[in-house]
Each structure stands twice: as C-alpha cells, then as structure tokens.
C-alpha cells in the first residue's frame, strides 16, 4: 500500500517542532544553543502535545467518552488554548475557567475554537483562595472551581494539568525529539510553570547525559519560589489542587539552578528572538533563551545547551509580561 502524502487532520501537526541553532542573539557566549520551535504546533504552544496526551490517555482510561464528556480546567493562556483546540477536535465539550485579568487573545482564541471561558470575579477568586492551602498559585482559585463543577455535574471531567502524568510523559517525547536531532546535550534551561515541560524532557535527557545541567526559570516577580511552595520543613506538599509535578520536581531533584527573570530580561531577548533570529516566539521564550545564555557562560566553550520556544508572539501583542 502506497505511503499517505496527506494529513488526516491537524492534530497530525502535533510535535516533530524543528530545533534550530542560534546564531545572533548568543554570539556574546562560546557555545552552541539551540532552540526547539514549540510556537510552531498547531494551536501556537507548546501545550498542543499535552492536551493530545492527556486527552488520549483519560479516554483509554476509560474517564471520558467523545460527544458526551466535558473538560473542565483551568488556565492562564496557553493550556486553555490547546485544550479548545484538541479537545473541539476530539468531540469534546470543553469549559476554561480563566482569572481576570487574561489577554484579550487568549480568551478569544479559546473562543474561537469552540471552548466555553468563564471568567472568575475577583470576590470569586478571593473566596475561594481562603479555601486553599496553597494560595500563592493565580491558578488555585480555578483549580477549586474545576473539583467543585466534577464534583456536582455529571460528565464532566478535570483534566489536571498540574498532576496529570500525561503532562510530562508527552514531554518525554519532546526530550527524544531532542536526542534524535542531537548526539550530545550538556545543559537545558526551562520554565518551571506547572513544571510538566522541565520534568518530562530533563527525564529523556538525562538517561543520555547523567551529568546533565539543568537551569529553570520562573518571573522575578514571584514573591515565594515556587520550588519552596511545595516544600515544607523537609515535607512535600500535595493537595487536590497544588503540588503535583511540581513536587515531583523536588522529589527528584532534577534542578540545579533555579534563575528569576524579569520582565525587561525576557521581553527583551524575546525582541531580539523576532528581530535578530525570524523567531516569533513569545515572552516565556525569552526568558528561557536569557536562561540559556547564563548557563552557557557558566558550562563554557564548546558546550551544547537546549531551551524551548513555548508559544507564539502573537499571544502578546496587547501586553506584554512573562508569566508561566
């Protein structure tokens, strides 16, 4: 039977993002960093191949069922984008829970896509962190709303991007990509996020590279680390609706240097990116190519270091910030 030379769908498009080697804006450094072009899956993000993973493993699971389930999370941006994207092309009903205050793009691509987006109020918002232990998290908020709607209508289902394993087993895939292009790694630099990203492609990694340095990085702005969140007098912290990856994270120590970016650093590199490299990647891109750079200065001459573009400039255009 002859090869397909067609897609049956977009969702094909998922992964195999290119990796493409810097040339402009880490000339100041003597090694090579390359980046993988995450904006470039179908949806702009990075977040298109979790939204698959999670979809298709709870289905096989036995949790959700096409044309009757509704996925319920909440989101920031760019999970909730993949998941109206995915999960619309899945034939599933899909409800973002977002806080106030999310660019106008982000709410009107989910939109598009087919997603219902329910703003939370502020006084929504405050009552409900007085109900978390971990109330640090712009998140948590939705997160308790999501349980409570599981909880209380039928067929609907949280898909828990910040615990899901489905999260950083996709990433494992992301992290052979890597190795495939590359026969050697010495460094990767990530945003910590909900931390599915960091954890599955150090994961992949290191099983190539034991030594493997691992930066990640996470906005200046963040009063309480979000490493230190989860990790209290020696303990580590698991709830409903905090923990997760993230202690995961903690529990295998996966981290070697943890950098805070500000704003000004990673809007900045994300400009050069465009202007310097054709790159049209967003703000969290920046961050992680200025996280690169550091620690290509500390591993040195000849050293190979990894970092990845999450999504698209084009979610920024009305403000810009660096936010995980």
Do not use: C, H, W
């Given at each position: 039977m002859p090869a397909r030379k067609f897609l049956a769908s977009s969702l094909e498009l998922i992964g195999n993002t290119p990796l493409i080697k810097l040339r402009n804006v880490a000339s100041n450094t003597d090694a090579e960093i390359y980046v993988k072009a995450?904006?470039?899956?179908?949806?702009?993000?990075?977040?298109?191949?979790?939204?698959?993973?999670?979809?298709l493993d709870a289905e096989s699971q036995g949790k959700i069922k096409r044309g009757k389930t509704t996925i319920v999370e909440a989101s920031t941006g760019n999970t909730g984008i993949a998941l109206s994207y995915v999960g619309t092309m899945l034939g599933y009903k899909v409800r973002i829970y977002i806080p106030e205050g999310v660019s106008r793009e982000g709410k009107e691509i989910m939109e598009k896509y087919g997603a219902e987006v329910v703003i939370m109020t502020k006084q929504e918002e405050q009552s409900l962190k007085e109900r978390s232990i971990s109330g640090g998290l712009v998140e948590i908020p939705g997160r308790l709303k999501c349980l409570e709607v599981e909880k209380n209508e039928k067929?609907?289902?949280w898909i828990r991007q910040f615990s899901n394993p489905s999260n950083s087993i996709a990433h494992e895939k992301t992290g052979k990509e890597i190795l495939d292009a590359l026969d050697s790694i010495d460094g990767f630099t990530a945003?910590?996020?909900?931390?599915?990203?960091?954890?599955?492609?150090?994961?992949?990694?290191?099983?190539?590279?034991?030594?493997?340095?691992?930066?990640a990085a996470e906005p200046a702005a963040t009063k309480i680390p979000l490493l230190s969140q989860f990790k209290q007098q020696g303990k580590i912290i698991r709830?409903?609706?905090?923990?997760?990856?993230?202690?995961?994270?903690i529990e295998e120590e996966i981290v070697d240097k943890v950098l805070k970016i500000n704003d000004q650093e990673a809007v900045e590199m994300a400009g050069r990116l465009v202007k310097e490299e054709g790159l049209f990647c967003g703000i969290s891109s920046g961050a992680n190519v200025y996280a690169a750079i550091q620690l290509a200065k500390e591993l040195g001459k000849g050293s190979r270091i990894v970092t990845v573009l999450p999504d698209s400039m084009d979610r920024y255009l009305s403000e810009q910030h660096y936010t995980t």
């Open positions: 995450e904006y470039l899956n179908p949806s702009g993000s990075i977040k298109d191949r979790i939204a698959l993973q999670m979809i067929d609907t289902f945003s910590i996020g909900t931390g599915g990203t960091l954890l599955g492609i150090t994961r992949t990694l290191r099983k190539s590279n034991a030594s493997l340095k691992v930066y709830t409903e609706v905090s923990g997760g990856i993230i202690s995961d994270i």
